[in-house]
């Protein structure tokens, strides 16, 4: 059975990330540069990453992912290996480095850092030699992941690289050799995958074990061999998603913005399916984000906190249990009796009858995901009532039904691969 490494875990715990897509596009409203772009052009009036950091941690994100290089192949860092980079813009007279003041943000409000480098590069020149541009690449991983600190992420975006071959295998142990901690996304030797879409839509269920290289993998160009042939795999999932239609701001999709119930319903679909989700907004020409934005996604992060910051019941495995006003959940004997009962159960119960719709179910995942499917089942009166029926739970399972008053709810395992183990329960009323 496949199982996570720790940095794998750590990365899944994280659950809600800011992506921040900055750069020359930004001030020509486009998309994908061309790499013609004058670097002249880069030169925000106001650059404020604390205020994205401040309004990510707010919402309840815990980490924060920026365009270091983009397919244009501008570098938003004072590189030496090109000068198609900030020192060749006027921000700061030459001198500016927006990679250090976006990390250095995410660190004074608690996030964890992932950076962006584009492997694809319209812009230099090198680029058609492969061997050559190997190293331009490699020279520009290596100064990210030795100036800036610890990162959670190295996000490796193959948009534009299809028929390309890297050098991931020299690529991929620099990264583990610089910064072991940092999960790799996407390409090379990937610790964890695209979900498939840019909607920030999960399948249900999504399972964490990758089987077959071919249940992922399209372009086998874009992994190291050895990553190819060694399947199955754990790689959970992350859902990108952009809170305007464009991932960097411009002028034209202003009326795009998705609504706070389109937003919640993302975190429903992503988060609440075991996945991580990664919610974009593209700072505008001042390098803020607008007010518009900033209000949408405080309000996603207050009907967030009003649905599920206070539930009506949880047990957590190893620690007391939880109160929510006088309800009283009950206990951690209900983790004990399900792992030593053949037929595995799980039960929380109250002191009187509750109004409950929704259930939270977290799976301990140290040894890997066990629970195959489950059935919610809730106390009304005197008989149990079956209220959901789910497979995949892992990291995070968001179940909703409809309002019934209980006295009692569990999760009853139908199938599972050996025993089933859960580290959280928790019921609430939304």
Same mark, same amino acid.
């Not at 690529?171 to 964890?192: H, N, W």
């Not at 042939?229 to 795009?256: G, K, Q, V």
């Not at 706070?260 to 399916?273: A, F, N, W």
């Not at 949880?314 to 009950?330: H, I």
């Given at each position: ?180 901690? /940092? #999960?790799?996304?996407? +390409? !090379?030797?990937?610790?964890? $995958?695209?979900? =498939?879409?840019?909607? &920030?839509? @999960? ?91 900033? /209000? #949408?996604?405080?309000? +996603? !992060?207050?009907?967030?906190? $009003?649905?599920? =910051?206070?539930?009506? &019941?949880? @047990? ?91 006295? /009692? ?22």
């Amino acid at each position: 059975m496949a199982a996570p490494l720790p940095r794998q875990l750590t990365f899944q715990d994280l659950e809600f990330g800011l992506f921040c897509h900055f750069g020359p596009n930004t001030f020509l409203d486009q998309e994908w540069g061309t790499g013609a772009e004058d670097p002249a052009i880069v030169n925000p009036t106001d650059f404020d990453p604390r205020q994205w950091a401040r309004a990510a941690r707010e919402t309840g994100m815990r980490y924060l992912v920026f365009t270091a290089k983009h397919h244009d192949g501008f570098c938003n860092w004072p590189t030496d290996t090109t000068d198609h980079c900030l020192k060749s813009s006027p921000y700061q007279g030459g001198k500016g480095d927006l990679v250090e003041q976006v990390a250095e943000a995410a660190r004074a409000e608690g996030l964890a850092l992932g950076l962006y480098l584009s492997p694809w590069d319209r812009h230099d020149p090198r680029y058609p030699d492969p061997a050559a541009y190997d190293e331009v690449y490699l020279a520009q991983w290596r100064e990210l992941l030795t100036r800036y600190g610890p990162l959670c992420c190295c996000w490796l975006d193959g948009a534009g690289s299809e028929g390309r071959v890297y050098a991931w295998p020299r690529i991929i142990a620099q990264i583990r050799e610089l910064q072991p901690d /940092a #999960c790799v996304f996407s +390409m !090379g030797e990937p610790d964890y $995958r695209w979900v =498939g879409n840019e909607d &920030g839509l @999960a399948p249900d269920p999504t399972w964490n074990v990758v089987p077959r290289p071919q249940d992922y993998l399209n372009h086998d160009q874009f992994f190291t061999r050895p990553f190819l042939e060694s399947f199955p795999h754990w790689m959970p999932a992350e859902c990108d998603a952009r809170i305007r239609a464009n991932w960097f701001w411009n002028t034209y999709d202003l009326p795009t913005l998705k609504s706070t119930e389109r937003l919640v319903d993302l975190y429903y679909k992503s988060v609440g399916r075991g996945c991580n989700l990664l919610l974009n907004i593209g700072p505008d020409t001042r390098g803020l984000i607008p007010d518009p934005d900033l /209000a #949408c996604l405080s309000e +996603m !992060g207050a009907e967030i906190r $009003r649905r599920f =910051g206070t539930p009506v &019941g949880r @047990a957590l495995r190893g620690a007391p249990s939880e109160r929510a006003g006088d309800v009283a959940p009950a206990l951690q004997s209900g983790f004990a009796a399900a792992e030593q009962a053949n037929t595995e159960s799980l039960e929380l119960t109250f002191p009187a009858p509750t109004p409950i719709n929704h259930v939270i179910l977290q799976e301990d995942l140290i040894q890997g995901e066990r629970v195959r499917e489950y059935i919610v089942q809730v106390l009304p009166h005197d008989r149990w009532e079956g209220v959901y029926v789910g497979t995949a739970i892992g990291h995070k399972k968001i179940d909703q039904f409809p309002t019934i008053a209980a006295e /009692a709810v569990r999760v009853h395992f139908r199938q599972s691969d050996g025993k089933p183990k859960l580290k959280a329960l928790a019921a609430y009323c939304v």
